[in-house]
């Protein structure tokens, strides 16, 4: 069964009350900093400590008229603080403590899509030994390849989820960074001992060179990191889509007991959860191309970015979230037939030997271009008339003057094509 979606943690990350409660932790901050340096007195600065707070629905209020947000806050803060306020802001400007407070924001919600590629991991490994040894067809171009086996299937979906883990803790990383250092970033107002005692606290790291704002290029590579991995939720989910195709029918998506699947036609079992996705891979991917547009601003610092940014962060975390969670349930519930991919390969009458009996001619004597084309005659035949390709191969003297019928046999035995199997599962798993 598909679960619902019903954690809270993400979503919590983006409410007004987390925002503003992160900008408040960025101004005591400063305020305790100012205070260890000697420029607020410590009473003012245990006022605001216990003091300091502020109302959502009172910001609103007050942002109808003042047309600004930090400023807005501000005077609800102060209006909870009382004259200690005055101090508050000291030597900042705006974005001081919205890119800060945005930096751990978009930090938490990094941490929340970290953990559930790692939940998705040991999902992916644990169903990639299940199947290890189960064969099923290989396709490229989607058409007979050779054979493989269905835990590879999930091997290589693991591979690719372990460079997104990589990936997201690199986004983290870069997203980790903040500024206290004026309206151009000069530390006009400010000292930068301030920056460097408030970002320690935060557990940022300050950013080397700043305008009036962060950088935009850091929050695009996190963007395009969430990209990624929705691509790669995709990549997974357009192949089980096609798995559960009629003509197909591999796997299934987990289908609940009083399920439908059409409003015209009872019969149906549809991959609504990968289309899903597919879907909404869509959707972060260009939430990724916004991200990289508001890399470029006026002299280095304006406002076209911020509009931006409050609907594609908290989107994107949001949405990524969701999907590597549906994700685990679809892999976890995947309904597998083993009998059926046996009886798919058998559809193609043995085709996917051709290139063993190319080599094997080549082994013989025979030039590539000539094997090739001996093979690919009666590989033709084979399709065409669908007939049994290792028997026109046995009713061919040019084949069998060079390859005898015990030869022939063994060129079309199956585990020829999985005896590297444990060697890749080693490589995946093992050597991680």
């Known amino acids: 069964m598909i679960p619902r979606y019903t954690r809270k943690a993400m979503e919590g990350i983006w409410t007004l009350e987390s925002k503003y409660g992160k900008w408040l932790e960025v101004e005591i901050a400063a305020c305790e900093a100012w205070a260890e340096m000697g420029e607020i007195p410590q009473e003012a600065l245990n006022v605001i400590r216990e003091k300091a707070g502020f109302d959502a629905e009172r910001i609103d ?6 047309k600004h947000d930090v400023i807005a806050f501000l005077t609800s803060v102060s209006e909870h ?34 953990n559930d ?16 040894e189960i064969p099923c067809m290989g396709r490229s171009h989607g058409i007979h390849a ?29 997203i980790s960074a903040g500024k206290l250092s004026g309206a151009v970033g000069t530390f006009s107002n400010i000292p930068p001992q301030i920056e460097e005692m408030v ?37 997974i989910a357009v192949e089980i889509r096609h798995l559960q195709r009629t003509e197909v029918l591999e796997a299934e998506e987990p289908f609940a007991v009083g399920q439908k699947g059409s409003s015209a036609m009872p019969h ?17 991917r260009s939430n990724s191309i916004a991200a990289l547009e508001n890399i470029p601003l006026w002299h280095e610092r304006d406002i076209s970015h911020s509009s931006v940014e409050r609907i594609i962060i908290p989107d994107s975390t949001i949405l990524v979230d969701y999907m590597l969670d549906r994700l685990k349930g679809i892999i976890e519930g995947l309904q597998v037939y083993p009998e059926r991919m046996k009886a798919n390969m ?87």
Request: aromatic share 8%.
């Open 268 to 284: 149906k079992r549809n991959p609504v959860g990968s289309e899903n996705l597919s879907g909404l891979a869509r959707i972060v």
């Open 81 to 114: 603080v009382g004259p200690e306020a005055r101090y508050i802001h000291k030597g900042l400007t705006s974005s001081d403590i919205l890119d800060t407070a945005l930096a751990l924001l978009m930090r938490d919600a990094a941490d929340i899509i970290i």
């Open 146 to 174: 050779e054979p493989m086996t269905f835990g590879l299937k999930f091997a290589l979906w693991h591979e690719d989820m372990k460079r997104n883990l990589e990936r997201m803790k690199r986004a983290k990383d870069v």
């Open 199 to 235: 970002l320690s606290r935060l557990g940022l790291k300050p950013e080397p060179v700043a305008t009036q704002v962060v950088q935009r290029d850091r929050h695009a590579e996190y963007l395009s990191t969430l990209a990624i991995v929705a691509a790669c939720i995709e990549k």
């Open 61 to 66: 209020e007050i942002e109808v008229t003042v």
């Open 346 to 432: 058998m559809r193609s009458f043995g085709l996917y030997n051709s290139q063993r009996v190319m080599l094997a001619l080549t082994e013989k004597g025979l030039s590539r271009e000539d094997a090739y084309s001996l093979v690919q005659r009666n590989a033709m035949k084979s399709w065409q008339e669908e007939r049994d390709f290792q028997t026109l191969l046995r009713q061919d003297p040019e084949v069998t003057k060079h390859l005898s019928a015990e030869e022939l046999d063994t060129l079309f035995e199956l585990s020829y094509y999985l005896r590297n199997v444990d060697y890749i599962f080693k490589r995946v798993f093992e050597n991680a």
């Open 117 to 132: 590629i790692k939940t998705l991991l040991d999902i992916l490994k644990e169903q990639a030994y299940r199947h290890r």
